[in-house]
Structures are given as C-alpha cells and as structure tokens.
C-alpha cells in the first residue's frame, strides 16, 4: 500500500507515475478537497474567468480507472514504527511506502490582529472561498508582502473596484529576485494601474479591529495609518508540516530529503514545497515551491518507489509568471546581484513594455540566463542553449528561434542585436531562426 499525503501537483503526479509501473494500491490523502485542481489558476476563479470545476484537470473517472483512491481526510500524526496514519476522527491507516506533499502555508509573523476576521492568505480552495465572502461589498484592502501571490492579489481586489494599499518592505519590487533595472521597469508598470497604491520601504505593524474582531485598518511601521475592510496576508510560504514535526521524521523549515528525495526514515519520502534538501543541488535553494519542480520531484520519486532509484535533476532553472499585463519569463540563472565574473546586457523598447535581462559569463562569453518581460520565448530553445553553453552572440544572433511570434519579433530582434553590437564593440548580426530550422528540418 502506497499512501500519498497532499494531493497538489506533486502527490498527484507521483501517484499517476507509479500507476504506470506498478500494480500496488495507491491512496491520497487531502483535506483541501478530494479532486486535485490548479492552485496556479485559483486568481481566474475569482476574478470571474473560470468556474472552480475548471481549475481540475481530470475528470472524477480517471481517478477510478486508474485505481487511485482518494480521501479526503486531515492526517493527524504519523507513527513510522507502526507504519500507520492517524486520521481526524481516528481513522488508522497502514503504508508500505509513504510520499508526502503536503505543500506550503502562508506566512504569519505574530503580527498583532493576524487572525482577525477578514484578515487571510492566499493559497488554498478555502482561502479563496473566505475571499469571496471576505470581499462582498468592500471598498478597500491592504496587501502585506510584495511577491507574486500579493501581485494576484492585487489584481483580484482591482478587477473588483476595490482600492488596494501594498505594503512592500524593500525598497524595489521582489528585490531579492530581480534585479534592479527588471524591479524599476515593473514598479513602472505598477503605477499605471488606477487604484493601486504601493508602499515602499514600509510594513506592517498592526491590524486594527472593531469590536466583532474585523479588520478596519493597519498601522504601518513608518506610521502610515490605513483604513481598509479587507487585509491580505502575502508574506511569503513555509513548508506545511507541523503535524510531522512530533514524528521521528528529521525536519528542519522543511522536511529533510536526499537527493533521492528520501527522509531519514525508511519507506518515507518527501516532494514538492514541503521537501527540503539537506543538500541542495549547486546553484539553486534547498527548499523549491513552484509548480513544476512539485512535478519532477514526483516523476523521480515514481521511479525510486518502482524500483528504478534515481536522484532529483531538474535541469536549468526556469520560472514564468505575470505582473498584471507584463508576462514574465526567467531561464537559467539571473539573480538580483551580478556574480563576479558576470556581465549584463538589457534591452529596453523605447515605447512598449518589452525588457530582456541577459546575463554572461565576462570572459568565456558562455549565456548564463534571461529574463523577458512583455515578449513570450521558447523554453525548448533556451533549455538547449544553456546545455550546449551557448556564447551569448550565439544566442544573440539566432534569437529569432526563440521567439514564438517572428512575424512580430523581427524588428526588435536588430534592435537588439545593434544595441548589443554599440555596448560590446562587436558584430553579430540577426539571423533567420538558425537552431529552429536545424530542428524542424531534422
Ligand atoms: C495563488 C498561488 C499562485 C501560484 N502561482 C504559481 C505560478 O504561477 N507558477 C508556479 O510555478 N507556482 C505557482 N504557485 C506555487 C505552486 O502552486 C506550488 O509550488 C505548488 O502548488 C505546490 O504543490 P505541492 O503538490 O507541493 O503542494 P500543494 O499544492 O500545496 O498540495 C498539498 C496538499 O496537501 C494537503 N495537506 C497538507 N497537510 C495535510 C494533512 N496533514 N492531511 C491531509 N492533507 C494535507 C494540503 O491541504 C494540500 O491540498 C502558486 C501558488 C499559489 C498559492
């Protein structure tokens, strides 16, 4: 018997990769809810774009057919000598091999009227239904923590007409990831949207409360006092295993793995936002909480629990997201500061809302990484770039193959190829999608 704790992206794909292989049964268990849905599209639920049922990307019969039982139950403790779960109402179950994915939950730093009323984070199916009725009729919000769940928030409580006040500590926008040039050019964008008013170099100190315990405003730290109906709580995650905690499952923020993704404990494993490794792979953190590192981690540990054991590699980093109506891509590494031995090159259109980051190696030339923003680029051709350490005038050159739309791209592509030539004193020259050609004709 396979259990599997947390039915998200990362539960879920261990469950559909070990089916493939083996026969044994397999339960998930849940207490969100008994189908697995999109987290990442939880915003378009709200904001009107999509009926919740959407959001599951299988139908309830591809659970039967595979022989997948779920449960919808909360996992009160965990005994790994007896190798059982205990469940709220004090169902006990048995596990040969247990995989837990048990996620992330918002951050709360003992900030006073935390847990008031129409106070909340975002993360899961309830946080979005205390949304919507937290939100029914509100006129203003404030928004504590500037990172990619507070930006979704934002623009939630906009698509609504509700004033949103958010309170970001740093200076510049997520300043331990973008640089500071992407931070100024998002800012920008942020002010073009009427009834969002940010605060920087500020945060919060306290929550006021009328006398039913609801929020009616904050105090800031700089002591900016806020009226507002509505405070959502966006200071980052941490992994979500406090119940693991009073086991003899060795945990640290999150719950230590290999890189084999094994605990310190036989027959258990960890994957997803709740794993943490004690030895992280170069280049990237120990503990990983988005969508599609959940996913690999569960492909790998399908092989190691069907007999194939193998370590955790997901490639070259890469990331996507949006900032209201700026897309946002990263592949390999770009990070907020240079590293020594690194040089830089953007490129910034004069009137649209388009900036590429290029990161490279000073000496070797060899591409370390991209962000683009306002302009869609191919991963598969970025992937292979970064594998075969591509120079960045390589890239440069033949940066039509990364684009989806050449058509549109053509213009921009020798703008950028002649301003690269004007900073670096050299002569590339904009090529016709070489690597894409090289691969459609193969
Ligand atoms: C609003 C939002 C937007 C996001 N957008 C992006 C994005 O654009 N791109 C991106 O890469 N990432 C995004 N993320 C992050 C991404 O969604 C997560 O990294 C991913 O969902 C984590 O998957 P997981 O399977 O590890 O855990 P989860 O999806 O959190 O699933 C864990 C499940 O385990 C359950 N569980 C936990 N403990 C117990 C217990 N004791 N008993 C029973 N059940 C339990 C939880 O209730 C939950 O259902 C976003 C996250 C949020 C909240």
């Not at 006073?112 to 939100?135: C, F, I, P, R, W």
């Not at 926008?173 to 500071?180: D, E, G, H, M, Q």
Request: aromatic content about 12%; some cysteine.
């Amino acid at each position: 018997m396979i259990l599997i704790i947390g039915n998200g992206i990362s539960g879920v794909t261990a469950a559909r990769n070990i089916r493939k292989k083996s026969d044994e049964p397999i339960t998930i268990i849940s207490s969100e809810s008994k189908y697995f849905f999109s987290r990442t599209a939880l915003m378009y639920v709200y904001m009107g774009h999509m009926k919740f049922e959407h959001t599951q990307p299988y139908e309830p019969h591809f659970w039967i057919k595979n022989r997948i039982e779920l449960k919808q139950t909360f996992v009160e403790s965990i005994d790994t000598d007896a190798k059982t779960l205990l469940c709220t109402g004090g169902e006990l179950l048995h596990y040969d091999k247990l995989i837990m994915a048990t996620g992330s939950k918002p951050n709360k730093f003992g900030w006073k009227g935390q847990d008031a009323k129409h106070v909340q984070g975002l993360y899961s199916k309830q946080d979005l239904e205390n949304m919507e009725a937290n939100t029914q009729g509100i006129s203003s919000a404030v928004i504590v923590g500037g990172g990619l769940i507070g930006v979704e928030m934002a623009e939630m409580l906009l698509t609504r007409n509700i004033e949103v006040h958010f309170l970001v500590r740093e200076k510049q926008f997520w300043n331990n990831v973008l640089p500071k040039q992407d931070a100024v050019f998002i800012m920008k964008h942020f002010e073009k949207h009427h009834g969002l008013h940010m605060h920087y170099s500020d945060e919060l100190e306290e929550i006021h409360v009328d006398e039913s315990n609801s929020a009616i405003g904050i105090t800031t730290k700089n002591g900016n006092k806020i009226d507002c109906q509505f405070v959502g709580l966006t200071a980052g995650v941490s992994p979500n295993i406090d119940f693991i905690k009073k086991s003899k499952i060795e945990t640290n923020r999150g719950i230590l793995v290999n890189r084999f993704l094994e605990t310190s404990v036989k027959d258990v494993y960890a994957i997803g936002d709740c794993a943490e490794f004690t030895d992280a792979i170069p280049g990237r953190r120990s503990i990983e909480q988005v969508w599609y590192t959940g996913k690999f981690m569960g492909e790998t540990v399908a092989h190691t629990i069907t007999g194939n054991r193998v370590e955790y590699n997901p490639g070259h980093w890469f990331n996507s997201a949006k900032f209201f109506d700026i897309e946002y891509q990263t592949y390999g590494d770009v990070l907020s500061n240079l590293k020594e031995g690194e040089s830089k090159f953007v490129y910034q259109h004069p009137k649209e809302e388009i900036l590429l980051h290029f990161v490279f190696d000073t000496v070797t030339r060899r591409f370390i990484g991209v962000n683009n923003y306002g302009i869609r680029l191919r991963h598969l051709v970025f992937n292979a770039w970064l594998d075969k350490s591509a120079t960045i005038e390589e890239v440069l050159e033949d940066l039509a193959s990364a684009n989806f739309d050449p058509e549109f791209y053509k213009t921009y592509e020798s703008d950028i190829v002649a301003q690269f030539n004007t900073e670096f004193g050299t002569h590339i020259v904009a090529a016709k999608r070489k690597w894409w050609q090289k691969l459609t004709n193969a």
